[in-house]
Antibody
């Protein structure tokens, strides 16, 4: 059974840092790209970042470029999202998702981890 | 960036109704269009990919159509479990973008 389990969320003051983790199981991890998609309270879905199966290609939405870094450890079946210089507008549930290849849909999603940026 | 515009933002319907949701891309995306369903407090679930291909396990009352810039999600006969929010997403190019969502509510 495919599983994606996020962790690392919490309450953090503006300007702080947080590292989210996405632990995967039930599939050949390095064959899939992994992405982070966030959802602010009461709002819609926003793609944040993606990383290819081998970790060699990464993409970011403009609002997080230079502040967030996505990485993966294929020996641990885990993807990370290092979030620095956090802002109130980064408050959201962060979901990790997988997709097989470019153009393909996100076919499995984790339940998400809540990040609250507030003083 | 490709903007995705969904309409309506909400719709009230009864069980058994036919419901149609539209999604328009700001530029052509061929058939690189995905539909998701999200229920409160849950992660989104994949319904349709490549504009019209039904994901395994999704009931056949869901269908998708369109190509280029204009797309449609149709629920042929609304069931109680279909009351949810629906999102379209383009997978044509980065940044990957979602529509604003359509909430299907009970009439």
């Amino acid at each position: 059974e495919v599983q994606l389990l996020e962790s690392g969320g919490g309450l953090i003051p503006p300007g702080g840092s947080l590292r989210l983790s996405c632990a995967a199981s039930g599939f050949t991890f390095n064959s899939y790209g992994i992405s982070w998609v966030r959802q602010a309270p009461g709002k819609g879905l926003e793609w944040v970042s993606s990383i290819s199966g081998d970790g060699g290609i990464t993409h970011y939405t403009d609002s997080v470029k230079g502040r967030f870094t996505i990485s993966r450890d294929n020996s641990k079946n885990t993807v990370y999202l290092q979030m620095n210089s956090l802002r109130a507008e980064d408050t959201a549930v962060y979901h990790c998702t997988r997709r097989k290849a470019s153009g393909q849909p996100f076919d499995y999603w984790g339940q998400g981890t809540l990040v609250i940026v507030s003083s | 960036d490709i903007q995705m515009t969904q309409s309506p933002s909400s719709v009230s319907a009864s069980v058994g109704d036919r419901v149609t949701i539209t999604c328009r891309a700001s530029q052509g995306i061929s058939s690189w269009l995905v539909w998701y369903q999200q229920k409160p407090g849950k992660a989104p679930q994949l319904l349709i990919y490549a504009a019209s291909s039904l994901q395994g396990g999704v009931p056949s009352r869901f269908s998708g159509s369109g190509s280029g810039t204009d797309f449609t999600l149709t629920i042929s006969s609304l069931q109680p479990e279909d009351f949810a929010t629906y999102y379209c997403q383009q997978t044509y190019s980065f940044p990957l973008t979602f529509g604003g969502g359509t909430k299907v509510e009970i009439k």
